[in-house]
């Protein structure tokens, strides 16, 4: 604190030189031998020097240095608390700039003007985030300024804006064109607004319209096969009824295919066998859906064939339990490590704010020539070419809660790999597992599960490249906060 009170101080003096001397000390390791059991320290993340070189830096022009800055403060403190309110303004601002709009929204919502003078572009990241936080009245704002730059898109979340006010008639009216124009999840929540309106037969032609490999599309299945059986006669509804569940059934084959992640508390009732995301909202970088397949060990004797489906907060969390020992879910995520800050970057400009390669200089803020951003098909990743540490900051964990750690990976077999680390308030590694990617020279989603323990206070993210592996690369990288389906 010292060091950075004195940078603040010549900073306030237009000695910037010397204040940078200083501000460097205040986020610097200490040079006495490193503990064997820690990886990081606290004194690198030390959040009021960051902020104060985060907003330096803004000032200067350096956006990249800035946000950087930004992201290590966010490891030990909460920016948007007020203790920090000083620096609201140069963290909306770089965020913004940066178009990392979750982040953003932490500090302050735009004005009309700002939002006039965004493209279309980021109209379209800005309503995901607002979808995905349930901020309906932002979105309502989004929404009206996105229709005159993508109708579909803007359509949709007009619908979503409408159907979460309880405006049935409205909703049904947007989604129907949203719907028609092929946006994604728009059939499913058509299908919501013709219940509520009344209008089951309608209904069960909107969920039968939802594409298949759609994340809501089993639940879908599952509602449209629950209302023929309420509404319709037993000669007419049951034919239809039975090829609903078999798409049901079809579509939960289907995702058990996937790769399925590695439990870690095997004896717990529920184990996770596989998930899916939406990589449409995973690039938006706010709260994105994922279907999740569980396997129930100890299920009920009486299940229903189908049993309850269970919808809330506007279709924002869906259970389905298929038979006694099956249990889907789909659940708006947020995740808790920054990959879209690699997602929205350029080839040339070399940073991963969030992320700390260990192995160039033990605490350098960007890869040096054994990491690059590459991109393909206008898709960026992470190449790594040599073995390194590549880190997330940590991330504060609950007790008791699961966490899923994934993401796509492509390099010789077993070569490449997603770690992670459990550790306590001291940084000393509790727990760790790693999970290798198993296609050569294709990309192979792999994933692990954990559910934190009492001592845990942070997890953090490594991505693994063994000796002589080639290059290597990482993209959709994610942690997750899983909540358990509530079953009886």
Same mark, same amino acid.
Not at 43 to 62: D, I, N, P, V
Not at 209 to 224: H, K, N, Q, V
Not at 389 to 415: C, D, E, M, T
């Given at each position: 604190?010292?060091?950075?009170?004195?940078?603040?101080?010549?900073?306030?003096?237009?000695?910037?030189? %010397?204040?940078?001397?200083?501000?460097?000390?205040?986020? &610097?390791?200490?040079?006495?031998?490193?503990?064997? #059991?820690?990886?990081?320290?606290?004194?690198?993340?030390?959040?009021?020097?960051?902020?104060? =070189?985060?907003? #330096? #830096?803004?000032?200067?022009?350096?956006?990249?240095?800035?946000?950087?800055?930004?992201?290590?403060?966010?490891?030990?403190?909460?920016?948007?608390?007020? %203790?920090?309110?000083?620096?609201?303004?140069?963290?909306?601002?770089?965020?913004?700039?940066?178009?990392? +709009?979750?982040?953003?929204?932490?500090?302050?919502?735009?004005?009309?003007?700002?939002?006039?003078?965004?493209?279309?572009?980021? =109209?379209?990241?800005?309503?995901?985030?607002?979808?995905?936080?349930?901020?309906?009245?932002?979105?309502?704002?989004?929404?009206?300024?996105?229709?005159?730059?993508?109708?579909?898109?803007?359509?949709?979340?007009? &619908?979503?804006?409408?159907?979460?006010? %309880?405006?049935?008639?409205?909703?049904?009216?947007?989604?129907?064109?949203?719907?028609?124009?092929?946006?994604?999840?728009?059939?499913?929540?058509? &299908?919501?607004? =013709?219940?509520?309106?009344?209008?089951?037969?309608?209904?069960?032609?909107?969920?039968?319209?939802?594409?298949?490999?759609?994340? #809501?599309?089993?639940?879908?299945?599952?509602?449209?096969?629950?209302?023929?059986?309420?509404?319709?006669?037993?000669?007419?509804?049951?034919?239809?009824?039975?090829?609903?569940?078999?798409?049901?059934?079809?579509?939960?084959?289907?995702?058990?295919?996937?790769?399925?992640?590695?439990?870690?508390?095997?004896?717990?009732?529920?184990?996770?066998?596989?998930?899916?995301?939406?990589?449409?909202?995973?690039?938006?970088?706010?709260?994105?859906?994922?279907?999740?397949?569980?396997?129930?060990?100890?299920?009920?004797?009486?299940?229903?064939?189908?049993?309850?489906?269970?919808?809330?907060?506007?279709?924002?969390?869906?259970?389905?339990?298929?038979?006694?020992?099956?249990?889907?879910?789909? $659940?708006?995520?947020?995740?808790?490590?920054?990959?879209?800050?690699?997602?929205?970057?350029?080839?040339?400009?070399? $940073?991963?704010?969030?992320?700390?390669?260990?192995?160039?200089?033990?605490?350098?803020?960007?890869?040096?020539?054994?990491?690059?951003?590459?991109? %393909?098909?206008?898709?960026?990743?992470?190449?790594?070419?040599?073995?390194? +540490?590549?880190?997330?900051?940590?991330?504060?964990?609950?007790?008791?809660?699961?966490?899923?750690?994934? &993401?796509?990976?492509?390099?010789?077999?077993?070569?490449?790999?997603?770690?992670?680390?459990?550790?306590?308030?001291?940084?000393?590694?509790?727990?760790?597992?790693?999970?290798?990617?198993?296609?050569?020279?294709?990309?192979?989603?792999?994933?692990?599960?954990?559910?934190?323990?009492?001592?845990?206070?942070?997890?953090?993210?490594?991505?693994?490249?063994?000796?002589?592996?080639?290059?290597?690369?990482?993209?959709?990288?994610? =942690?997750?906060?899983?909540?358990?389906?509530?079953?009886?």
């Amino acid at each position: 604190m010292a060091y950075t009170v004195y940078g603040r101080v010549l900073l306030e003096c237009d000695r910037a030189d %010397e204040a940078l001397e200083q501000l460097t000390k205040a986020v &610097g390791v200490r040079m006495e031998p490193a503990p064997s #059991y820690r990886g990081t320290r606290k004194a690198f993340y030390f959040a009021a020097a960051r902020l104060t =070189l985060g907003k #330096y #830096y803004l000032e200067q022009g350096k956006l990249p240095d800035a946000v950087a800055n930004f992201e290590l403060a966010r490891a030990y403190a909460v920016p948007a608390d007020v %203790e920090y309110g000083d620096y609201h303004a140069a963290l909306y601002e770089a965020y913004a700039k940066k178009r990392l +709009w979750a982040r953003a929204l932490e500090f302050r919502q735009p004005t009309d003007e700002e939002l006039d003078a965004l493209d279309g572009q980021d =109209l379209v990241l800005l309503a995901r985030v607002c979808e995905g936080e349930k901020d309906w009245a932002l979105a309502e704002r989004v929404a009206e300024r996105l229709i005159a730059h993508d109708v579909v898109e803007g359509r949709y979340l007009l &619908g979503r804006v409408e159907l979460a006010g %309880e405006q049935y008639g409205e909703a049904a009216a947007d989604l129907e064109q949203a719907a028609s124009g092929g946006r994604v999840h728009a059939a499913f929540f058509l &299908g919501l607004a =013709l219940e509520h309106k009344g209008e089951p037969e309608q209904a069960v032609h909107a969920y039968a319209r939802m594409p298949s490999g759609d994340l #809501y599309r089993p639940f879908a299945l599952a509602r449209a096969a629950t209302l023929l059986q309420n509404e319709g006669s037993e000669t007419t509804a049951a034919p239809a009824r039975d090829e609903f569940l078999s798409q049901l059934d079809s579509e939960i084959a289907a995702l058990r295919q996937t790769k399925q992640p590695v439990p870690q508390d095997v004896y717990h009732r529920l184990t996770l066998v596989a998930f899916t995301a939406s990589p449409l909202y995973f690039e938006s970088g706010a709260r994105f859906p994922i279907c999740i397949l569980w396997r129930d060990k100890k299920p009920s004797t009486d299940a229903e064939p189908i049993a309850s489906l269970l919808v809330s907060d506007g279709g924002n969390s869906i259970t389905l339990r298929r038979n006694a020992e099956t249990v889907l879910q789909l $659940e708006w995520v947020e995740n808790r490590v920054n990959w879209q800050s690699i997602s929205l970057a350029a080839t040339d400009v070399g $940073e991963a704010p969030g992320w700390i390669d260990t192995a160039r200089d033990w605490f350098g803020l960007r890869p040096d020539y054994a990491a690059q951003i590459e991109h %393909e098909a206008q898709n960026y990743y992470l190449s790594i070419n040599r073995m390194t +540490w590549f880190y997330s900051v940590p991330v504060p964990v609950r007790h008791g809660i699961s966490y899923l750690v994934a &993401g796509r990976l492509k390099g010789p077999q077993n070569k490449a790999g997603l770690h992670w680390q459990a550790l306590d308030d001291e940084e000393h590694v509790l727990a760790e597992n790693t999970v290798y990617g198993d296609m050569p020279g294709a990309w192979d989603r792999s994933a692990s599960y954990f559910r934190s323990q009492l001592d845990w206070d942070f997890a953090r993210v490594e991505l693994c490249v063994a000796p002589q592996a080639g290059p290597v690369a990482f993209d959709d990288v994610m =942690l997750v906060e899983v909540t358990e389906p509530d079953i009886k």
